[in-house]
């Protein structure tokens, strides 16, 4: 039966994977195509990585998995890594523990039952409007729309009826609005919460959301309010982390309680983490408040610490920057020639084109498909967003060459020129 026997909840029509190496993935006929969603953004290093296959057979020699409860020297170098990375040369604030997760999507879930553990008479849950934390039954409620259209009061009383935290959603900091007025808005909305908030989760750099990098000044207030309001602030850094060209956004200056991680931590297998600021209260050492079969992989841990090798030896964080810039200036060129491009977005190499209706400025959701499928048809594999489906997400792994980038640009202009036709 094949296909017709799966149930894929976030499936899109697109090609049968037999096999990837490098940047690109051949289909059952053979063809080959550049990557650029790096799998869900998971493949820094690209497919079958020479060293990364070589290194799991060596860790699967030995270990691949073990229950929570018991230590690994794998989990151990894994958490003394992250913490390492956390630390600058001017630290104001310090990360000290890790909590592993199978996910990105349980390791918010951690964070969140941290804070809870920590404020137990708050419910409350800030996300920032256009955000995606995953798709568990309790990120679905942070994610997209969410809770956006859901009045206050109703969110209040669902908070104290015993059905667990509840959402409150903040504005995103708009461009289009000084930014004065984005702190007014964001002051008033976190008073309007008052103690009743828990946590405030933010992507520094939105990725369904369109690629939206949030400005660095509303983050330091959002850092600020927390500490006169008693919330905690938690940066999901699951798709920014290494993509864009650091590590971490600044978490020594801006303070976040928490950091979640996931995607491409391990360089395609399955893992999360939480790292945490010195002055979170953890989980207590008994009882099962965070307890996952799956989340000390001595597999994952290993791969984690040896993706963050790779990246050190090679330059990529810097190469992330590089090839982030080439691909923008490419792309901006391409906007001089089609109208449709409304505006560019690039961090690193997390990177989004907006299009819209030329002359009207409405977005054009149908014409970012009819990009997507057109590049598809010409060998180049981009995706779109969920939230805003009319950014084209151009995402390759860290180790894309300067030829490569060139012949994503030619492809991409290509499709542009295949939907413009149409």
């Given amino acids: 039966m094949g296909e017709q026997a799966l149930s894929i909840g976030g499936g899109t029509p697109a090609i049968t994977i037999v096999r990837g190496e490098g940047v690109r993935v051949w289909d059952t006929s053979g063809r080959a195509y550049i990557d650029c969603t790096s ?30 409860g018991f230590h690994t020297l794998q989990r151990e170098a894994f958490a003394d890594r992250l913490i390492g ?24 879930e951690s964070a969140i039952k941290l804070a809870a553990l920590d404020r137990p008479d708050r419910r409350l849950i800030g996300r920032v409007r256009g955000s995606f934390h995953g798709t568990t039954l309790g990120m679905a409620g942070a994610s997209w729309p969410g809770t956006d259209d859901v009045p206050t009061e109703r969110r209040t009383l669902a908070a104290f009826a015993g059905f667990g935290p509840a959402w409150a959603s903040l504005s995103f900091p708009e461009p289009d609005r000084s930014p004065q007025e984005n702190l007014r808005v964001l002051d008033e909305e976190l008073t309007r919460f008052g103690d009743l908030l828990l946590a405030v989760l933010v992507e520094p750099v939105q990725g369904s959301g369109g690629q939206r990098e949030v400005p660095r000044y509303w983050l330091e207030r959002l850092r600020d309010r927390a500490a006169r309001q ?36 391990a360089g395609g297998f399955a893992c999360g983490a939480v790292l945490m600021r010195d002055d979170v209260p953890g989980f207590p050492r008994t009882g099962t408040y965070d307890l996952h079969t799956f989340a000390s992989s001595a597999l994952a841990h290993s791969v984690a610490v040896k993706v963050i090798d790779i990246v050190e030896r090679d330059g990529l964080l810097l190469a992330a920057r590089d090839s982030g810039a080439r ?4 792309l901006q060129a391409l906007q001089h020639r089609f109208p449709e491009i409304h505006e560019v977005r690039q961090v690193g190499l997390h990177i989004g084109v907006e299009f819209v209706e030329p002359g009207t400025n409405a977005y054009a959701p149908d014409f970012a498909a009819s990009v997507r499928h057109a590049a598809l048809e010409r060998g180049l594999l981009v995706g779109l967003g969920g939230y805003k489906p009319e950014v084209v997400k151009v995402k390759p792994p860290l180790i894309v060459t300067r030829e490569e980038i060139d012949v994503i ?13 149409r």
């Fill in 39 to 68: 799998q869900s953004w998971a493949l820094y290093l690209g497919h079958a990585h020479p060293e990364i296959r070589a290194h799991v057979g060596e860790v699967m020699g030995d270990l691949w998995h073990t229950h929570q």
């Fill in 85 to 108: 990375l956390s630390k600058a040369s001017d630290t104001r604030y310090h990360y000290d523990r890790v909590v592993p997760a199978v996910s990105g999507a349980l390791a918010l």
């Fill in 230 to 265: 008693g919330f905690m602030v938690v940066y999901d850094e699951i798709q920014t982390y290494i993509r864009c060209g650091r590590y971490f956004t600044d978490i020594d200056q801006l303070g976040p309680h928490m950091v979640a991680l996931g995607k491409g931590l």
């Fill in 327 to 330: 691909l923008r200036a490419g």
């Fill in 409 to 421: 640009l030619e492809r991409f202009g290509a499709a542009l020129e295949a939907a413009h036709a």
